[in-house]
């Protein structure tokens, strides 16, 4: 199994501003991936986070505004740039030992945008 | 597009019942399919995973089952506990890496 550590927790951020949220995993890991999830529905999926090169966005997500950087196979960061209030969401780092395996998910960075 | 449903409304059950949720797909053949716990402020949690030629996987109290045929998945909490009181929510690799689309998920009370 993978422990994952996420921060910050939560944060209330001024609309226009950027915030990085940090996700370590305490082992290495193949695959790790940042989901949304806005109140009362469900997991999107912004990105997969590719170590060493660029990461795969979703349909809807451009790296403008979610850069991701994943410099080795135990940690990731997410940055959510020019932030407004449509942003406020929970943001959830996850990461698969191998290719087709279970998620293990962090705790989350609940995101207040005012 | 795929798309995948779970009932929206609340399961409300009573404590030694057995709850049976619903996932239904279109759009989708996958390998498989997995099922996850998800408690309020924070990320959900692997429960059962079953391939597309398993008919039915158990864990302890938990029983999934599969169907390619009807694009279903059902998941059964046997002798359910107010501690199962949790949102489930099933999921579907999208590509063959194995990145998952949730479902929205449905939340289950159990009540003493």
């Known amino acids: 199994s993978a422990v994952i550590s996420q921060k910050p927790s939560r944060d209330i951020c001024q609309r226009g501003t950027s915030l990085t949220i940090q996700c370590q995993v305490d082992?290495?890991?193949?695959?790790m991936f940042w989901y949304r999830q806005q109140p009362g529905q469900s997991l999107t999926l912004i990105a997969t986070?590719?170590?060493?090169?660029?990461?795969?966005?979703e349909s809807g997500f451009v790296i403008d505004k979610f850069p991701i950087s994943r410099p080795n196979l135990t940690f990731s960061t997410l940055t959510v740039s020019n932030m407004s209030p449509e942003d406020s969401s929970i943001y959830l780092c996850?990461?698969?030992?191998?290719?087709?395996?279970?998620?293990?998910f962090g705790s989350g960075t609940q995101l207040s945008v005012l | 597009s795929q798309k995948i449903e779970q009932n929206s409304e609340a399961l409300n059950i009573q404590e030694g019942k057995t709850a049976t949720l619903t996932c239904n797909y279109t759009?989708?053949?996958?390998?498989?399919l997995q099922w996850y716990r998800q408690d309020p402020g924070r990320g959900p949690v692997f429960l059962l995973l079953?391939?597309?030629?398993?008919k039915e996987k158990r864990k302890e109290r938990l029983k999934v089952t599969f169907d390619t045929t009807l694009k279903q998945s059902l998941f059964h909490i046997t002798a359910s506990q107010p501690a199962d009181s949790a949102t489930y929510l099933c999921?579907?690799?999208?590509?063959?890496?194995?990145?998952?689309?949730f479902g929205a998920g449905t939340q289950v009370v159990v009540t003493p």
């Open positions: 986070a590719n170590q060493g090169s660029e990461a795969t966005y």
């Open positions: 082992s290495q890991v193949t695959m």
């Open positions: 996850s990461s698969a030992t191998g290719v087709n395996e279970k998620l293990f």
């Open positions: 759009n989708y053949s996958p390998a498989y």
């Open positions: 999921a579907l690799p999208t590509d063959s890496w194995g990145k998952l689309q």
């Open positions: 079953i391939r597309e030629n398993e």
